[in-house]
C-alpha cells in the first residue's frame, strides 16, 4: 500500500477511488490473515460504505482530509459503536459498545476507512500478543516469532501492509515495542495528549493511545488527527495542538543544533550485541546529521520495571473489579448466588495474565502492604521522573534501544513471565514518567528482523521526535525494506 499522500494524491486526482484503495486492503488481509492473524475482526462492509462516502464526497467536489479514504487498523481495546470491542478477551466475548471512542469518532468524521479491529494481549496485558484469548499473531518478517505487545496486531498489519496506519495503546511500552519488532515507526504521545475516552482501561495513570506507520509522515499524520483536549477525559490536557507535519524537515540543523542524549544505564548487561551496534551505528548517523550528542544518567531508570510490575497491576486490579457479570460481558450461567456468580464468571471470563496481575495489585493495594509497595513504589516514579527532567536540563532528546533484543519466538517466554516482563525495560520509564516516546526502525540484525531506535521527548515536544526521526528516517534506508510474508498463493 502506498503512503498516505501519495493515496491522497490518487484519490483527489481521480486516479483511484478509496474504494478501489479500501479494497486493496481488504484483499491483502485475505491473503495474509491466514498467516498473521493480526485482526480480531474485519470490518469489510462498514469500511466500504465509508469508503463510497469519501467517493462521494469528492465526486461532489468537496475537499477532503488527509485521511480520508486511508484504511486504518484500531486495537480492539477502543470501543467502536456496533462493532464488537473484545479487548482480546473472553470476558468480553460478546460486548459490543453503544458508544464511540473519541480516537474512533476523530478517525471517523476525518473519513479514515476502519478494515479492522486488531488483536492484542488480553487487557493490554503482555510483551507479545499471546496473552490473547483468541489468537496469536504471526511477526510478518518471520511468522514463527511473535510481533511484540500488546498492540502486536496493528504493529503486524501496518508492516504487512493490511492496512496503512493503526492505533494502538501503550501503558509500558505497548505501541513502542511492537513497533520495533515488526519494523514500522510507533508513537506513544505525552500522556494526556490523546483522549482515553473509550480506551478500555488497563491502567489509567500510564495508558495512552498512539499512532502507528510506515514512515514518520504516515505516523504524524496520524497524530494529528487524534491529539487534542476532550471534555470527556478528565486527564485530557488543555493545550494547542501544533501541526506535527511542520516538524519534518530533511536536515537537523536549521532551526539550532539539536543536543540528543544518550542513555548510558541503557547500554550493556542483558542488551543483545547486535541491538547495541546497530543503536550506536544510529546515534553516529544522528551524529552526521549535525545533531550534538552528550552521553546522559538516568540513575533509576532500571528501577522502573520492578515500579511498573507494583503500579500497573494495582490500577488494573481497580479498574477491573467492573467486569462481573452484570454491566459488561460474558456470565456464568450456573451459579448458586450472587458472589458464586461474581468468581465463577471472572474465573472463566479472564486469562492466566490477567489474573495475575490482579492478585499482584490486589494484594500491593491491601492495608498491611500498601505503604511497602505501592507507596513506595510512586515515590520511585517520582525518583524515575526527576532523573529525566535533569537529563533533559542537558539535552533537547534522548535516545536509547526500544527492546534489548530484536523478535524472539512464540512461545519462547510464554512460561516464564518475569523474563517477558524484562523486554519492557526501555519503555516503562518513559510512561511512568508520561513522556513522549517513539520506535523508529534503525536497521536489522543477521536473521533480517528490525531493530528499533526509541527517541524520547520532553512533555508535549512529540515535534522535537517527528525532526528527528524524519532527518533519521530519510537518510536511512531502513523504511524502504518490506517483508516478504509466505503465503499460499506466494509460497
Ligand atoms: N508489556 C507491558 C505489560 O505487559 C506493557 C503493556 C502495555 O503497554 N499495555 O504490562
Redesign the pocket.
Known amino acids: 500500500m502506498a503512503s498516505i499522500r501519495e493515496l491522497h494524491t490518487q484519490l483527489i486526482c481521480k486516479e483511484r477511488s478509496a474504494v478501489e484503495i479500501t479494497q486493496e486492503a481488504l484483499d491483502r488481509i485475505q491473503l495474509l490473515e491466514p498467516q498473521l492473524h493480526s485482526f480480531l475482526c474485519v470490518t469489510a462492509e462498514q469500511a466500504l460504505d465509508q469508503a463510497r462516502q469519501v467517493d462521494a464526497k469528492i465526486a461532489a467536489g468537496e475537499e477532503i482530509d488527509l485521511l480520508a479514504g486511508i484504511p486504518i487498523g484500531i486495537k480492539d481495546n477502543m470501543c467502536t459503536k456496533g462493532i464488537r470491542t473484545t479487548c482480546a478477551s473472553k470476558i468480553l466475548e460478546n460486548f459490543v459498545p453503544p458508544y464511540e471512542s473519541t480516537v474512533t469518532q476523530k478517525l471517523k468524521a476525518a473519513g479514515a476507512v476502519m478494515v479492522g479491529k486488531t488483536n492484542?494481549?488480553e487487557f493490554?496485558?503482555?510483551?507479545s500478543t499471546e496473552?490473547s484469548a483468541y489468537q496469536v499473531t504471526a511477526n510478518p518478517w518471520d511468522v514463527s516469532r511473535v510481533p511484540g505487545?500488546?498492540?502486536g496486531g496493528s504493529a503486524s498489519a501496518v508492516a504487512a501492509q493490511e492496512c496503512v496506519v493503526a492505533l494502538g495503546?501503550?501503558?509500558?511500552?505497548?505501541?513502542r515495542?511492537p513497533a520495533s519488532f515488526c519494523g514500522v515507526v510507533g508513537m506513544k504521545p505525552t500522556y494526556g495528549l490523546v483522549s482515553r475516552y473509550g480506551l478500555v482501561a488497563?491502567?489509567s495513570s500510564?495508558?495512552q493511545i498512539g499512532p502507528f506507520g510506515r514512515t514518520v509522515e504516515d505516523t504524524a499524520i496520524l497524530l494529528n488527527a487524534i491529539a487534542g483536549y476532550d471534555p470527556n477525559d478528565a486527564t485530557s490536557l488543555k493545550v494547542q495542538i501544533p501541526d506535527y507535519l511542520k516538524a519534518l524537515q530533511p536536515d537537523l540543523q536549521p532551526r539550532g543544533r539539536i543536543k540528543i542524549g544518550v542513555i548510558k544505564e541503557t547500554f550493556g548487561e542483558g542488551l543483545d550485541p547486535v541491538v547495541e551496534q546497530t543503536i550506536t551505528k544510529a546515534i553516529d548517523q544522528l551524529q552526521t546529521l549535525g545533531a550534538e550528542i552528550h552521553v546522559v544518567s538516568c540513575p533509576r531508570f532500571r528501577y522502573g520495571l520492578p515500579t511498573?510490575?507494583i503500579i500497573?497491576p494495582s490500577e488494573a486490579s481497580a479498574n477491573l473489579a467492573r467486569y462481573d457479570g452484570v454491566k459488561y460481558g460474558i456470565r456464568v450461567p450456573d451459579a448458586e448466588n450472587l458472589l458464586d456468580m461474581y468468581k465463577k464468571t471472572r474465573a472463566a471470563g479472564f486469562g492466566a495474565?490477567v489474573k495475575r496481575?490482579i492478585m499482584l495489585g490486589t494484594y500491593a493495594l491491601s492495608a498491611g502492604y500498601y505503604d511497602a509497595y505501592y507507596l513506595k513504589a510512586q515515590k520511585v516514579r517520582t525518583l524515575i521522573k526527576q532523573d529525566f527532567e535533569n537529563a533533559f536540563k542537558q539535552v533537547d532528546v534522548l535516545v536509547c534501544p526500544t527492546a534489548p533484543t530484536t523478535a524472539f519466538k512464540a512461545g519462547e517466554k510464554t512460561e516464564d513471565p518475569l523474563s517477558?516482563?524484562l523486554?519492557?525495560l526501555m519503555?516503562?520509564p518513559v510512561?511512568l514518567a508520561g513522556l513522549p516516546g517513539m520506535s523508529i526502525p534503525c536497521g536489522f540484525d543477521e536473521s533480517g528482523l528490525p531493530i528499533g531506535l526509541q527517541l524520547i521527548g520532553k512533555v508535549l515536544r512529540e515535534d522535537q521526535l517527528f525532526q528527528v526521526a524524519y532527518a533519521y528516517e530519510q537518510s536511512t534506508p531502513w523504511h524502504l525494506r518490506s517483508p516478504q510474508i509466505k503465503s499460499a498463493a506466494n509460497p
Not at 493490554?124 to 510483551?127: E, N, P, Q, V
Not at 495503546?169 to 505501541?175: A, K, L, M, V
Open positions: 492484542l494481549d493490554a496485558m503482555g510483551s496473552n505487545g500488546s498492540s495503546s501503550d501503558t509500558g511500552g505497548s505501541i515495542q488497563f491502567a500510564l495508558d511498573y510490575y500497573a495474565e496481575r517477558m516482563y523486554g519492557d519503555t516503562i510512561s
